[in-house]
């Protein structure tokens, strides 16, 4: 059995995405009423994935690029 990886931002979870990782499934958090939480297979290089995202700029640049409409 593949243990998985509970990731809170739907940012990061794009990210993983784009990276290639495969969403497994979507939940609703059970902290929050509102919110969702996406799940992930585990693995070393999704973590390294994770680490990689603070630091990747071109990304937040265009995350904040959609977000204004461009």
């Known amino acids: 059995m593949t243990e998985t990886l509970v990731v809170h931002s ?4 794009i990210y993983l995405q ?14 929050s009423n509102n919110r969702k939480v996406f799940i992930f ?4 290089a ?3 994935a994770m680490i990689q995202y603070k630091n990747d700029k071109s990304f937040h640049a265009f995350l904040a690029q959609m977000a204004e409409g461009r």
Do not use: M, Q, T, W
């Not at 739907?10 to 979870?13: D, V």
């Not at 784009?18 to 902290?31: A, I, N, T």
């Open 10 to 13: 739907r940012k990061l979870a």
């Open 18 to 31: 784009c990276r290639g990782f495969l969403l497994v499934g979507v939940e609703p958090d059970l902290k």
């Open 41 to 44: 297979n585990d693995s070393d």
């Open 46 to 48: 999704i973590r390294r």
